[in-house]
């Protein structure tokens, strides 16, 4: 398989239910991250896509790409590391070159842009599926849809908008010929 397509819930995409190389992780970092690793070890795939739904701190609706990632729920500044640095690692940002946004994953629902989130978008699996992508040795390719601002009404436009992105999820899968049905 070279390649894999990932998505946190069926709800987010329901017409991919079912395809073959499509996988569904699980909500947050920690199901992100063992489900893009044993994926990577049982098919060593080429490429891993993302997608899925996307709390908007600069950009408004509409499909965004990602290529730079921080963990914005890793806070050990007691011990002298940076707001998203992995202690004993040097980077904040894990950077995959290219003029994508920044994603800021965490396992929190985020309803308060004003929190001074270093980010353009928030989600909950992006970095640990893209830190899996980087030890595996395989590229990452990374698209989120806009449903909600990131605010008071955050989870009530999230629900609404679970599902608007699957649109894009399948335009952008046919122009790049990934769908194994």
Same mark, same amino acid.
């Given at each position: ?10 709800e ?9 190389n ?20 049982? @098919? ?9 739904? #996307? ?35 040097d ?9 994508g ?8 629902f985020v309803?308060?842009?004003?929190l ?39 989870s ?7 599902? #608007?992105?699957?649109? @894009?999820y ?12």
């Amino acid at each position: 398989m070279n390649d894999i397509v990932l998505i946190a819930m069926v709800e987010e995409a329901p017409a991919l239910a079912g395809v073959e190389n499509v996988f569904f992780t699980g909500i947050g970092k920690v199901n992100g991250a063992i489900a893009a690793s044993r994926l990577i070890e049982k @098919h060593r795939p080429k490429r891993i896509w993302n997608f899925g739904t #996307a709390g908007g701190i600069t950009v408004g609706g509409g499909i965004h790409r990602c290529s730079r990632f921080l963990q914005r729920d890793m806070q050990v500044g007691a011990l002298g590391f940076a707001p998203g640095q992995t202690p004993f690692e040097d980077s904040v940002i894990l950077d995959l070159g290219g003029s994508g946004l920044l994603c800021s994953s965490g396992d929190s629902f985020v309803t308060n842009p004003a929190l001074d989130l270093p980010a353009d978008l928030v989600d909950m699996e992006a970095y640990a599926i893209a830190k899996a992508c980087l030890a595996g040795g395989v590229e990452f390719v990374c698209n989120k849809f806009i449903s909600d601002r990131a605010d008071g009404d955050s989870s009530g436009d999230w629900r609404a908008n679970i599902s #608007a992105g699957q649109e @894009h999820y399948l335009r952008i899968l046919s122009e790049n010929a990934v769908l194994r049905i």
